[in-house]
């Protein structure tokens, strides 16, 4: 059956790639609303040039502009094939109240990783212009900053600067965590923990949400 899924994270949590292997092992798509706006924003759409200050100094884009992004999304033919996984979205409680009025929700996973481990993996992430593949110092691709997958350049995103990283944990603090806390009320939320190998999280991940699909 189709799977409808939400995951939180703050920052570097891991959240970005772990999104993409649930997805994949679920057969859903994978929503990511961060990249979608930065190809609007590489396209110069009209959406792009709203949502690109809001994005480079780490404030959250308004809620109006997202859900007219989300809501376009998730009326395409695979979403309706496969299900999805919302990575990103909702991050304020009027997103939540308003992706439920759209679809209802399966699970909600919270992937939950320290503050000062989260700014250290932050301070070390590259991210590929192209396809979005994310690297860090420690593992980056084969050839220097290349990507393996696309041969697109492997660069810092513009808003991992240490401003707009501060700016967007706060918004983490204020904005998502009591979103989070709001999925915890209507029952779908699960918590994982984030520290570990790539595999070793994608299977704690994975177990969750079968758990909590099936209980
Ligand atoms: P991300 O790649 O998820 O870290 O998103 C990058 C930036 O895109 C965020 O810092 C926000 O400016 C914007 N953004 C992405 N998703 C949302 C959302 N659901 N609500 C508001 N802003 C968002």
Same mark, same amino acid.
């Given at each position: 059956?189709?799977?409808?899924?939400? #995951?939180?994270?703050?920052?570097?949590?891991?959240? %970005?790639?772990?999104?993409?292997?649930?997805?994949?092992?679920?057969?859903?798509?994978?929503?990511?609303? %961060?990249?979608?706006?930065?190809?609007?924003?590489?396209?110069?759409?009209?959406?792009?040039?709203?949502?690109?200050? +809001?994005?480079?100094?780490?404030?959250?884009?308004?809620?109006?502009?997202?859900? !007219?992004? /989300? &809501?376009?999304?998730?009326?395409?033919?695979?979403?309706?094939?496969?299900?999805?996984?919302?990575?990103? +979205?909702?991050?304020?409680?009027?997103?939540?109240?308003?992706?439920?009025?759209?679809?209802?929700?399966?699970?909600? /996973?919270?992937?939950? @990783?320290?503050?000062?481990?989260?700014? &250290?993996?932050?301070?070390?992430?590259? /991210?590929?212009?192209?396809?979005?593949? #994310?690297?860090?110092?420690?593992?980056p691709p084969t050839r220097a900053w290349i990507c393996d997958?696309?041969g !697109?350049? @492997?660069?810092?995103?513009?808003?991992?600067?240490?401003?707009?990283?501060?700016?967007?944990?706060?918004?983490?603090?204020?904005?998502?965590?009591?979103? #989070?806390?709001? +999925?915890?009320?209507?029952?779908?939320? /699960?918590?994982?923990?984030?520290? %570990?190998?790539?595999? &070793?999280?994608?299977?704690?991940?994975?177990?969750? #949400?079968?758990?909590?699909?099936?209980?």
């Amino acid at each position: 059956m189709a799977v409808r899924l939400l #995951i939180f994270g703050r920052q570097g949590a891991g959240k %970005g790639t772990q999104s993409v292997l649930l997805a994949r092992h679920y057969g859903a798509a994978h929503i990511s609303t %961060g990249d979608m706006l930065r190809e609007a924003v590489a396209n110069a759409t009209p959406i792009g040039l709203e949502a690109k200050s +809001f994005m480079d100094s780490g404030c959250l884009v308004p809620d109006e502009v997202m859900l !007219g992004v /989300v &809501e376009e999304r998730l009326a395409r033919p695979d979403v309706m094939a496969g299900g999805f996984l919302l990575d990103g +979205f909702p991050r304020t409680i009027g997103q939540a109240e308003a992706l439920l009025g759209l679809t209802p929700i399966d699970v909600a /996973v919270d992937l939950v @990783v320290a503050e000062d481990v989260v700014l &250290e993996r932050i301070s070390s992430r590259r /991210v590929c212009s192209s396809c979005g593949r #994310i690297y860090s110092v420690s593992e980056p691709p084969t050839r220097a900053w290349i990507c393996d997958t696309c041969g !697109g350049d @492997v660069v810092q995103r513009d808003d991992d600067t240490p401003a707009a990283v501060t700016k967007r944990l706060g918004a983490y603090t204020s904005e998502t965590q009591p979103t #989070i806390g709001w +999925f915890d009320g209507k029952d779908v939320l /699960v918590t994982v923990d984030g520290l %570990g190998t790539r595999e &070793e999280v994608s299977a704690r991940l994975i177990s969750a #949400i079968d758990h909590a699909r099936h209980a």
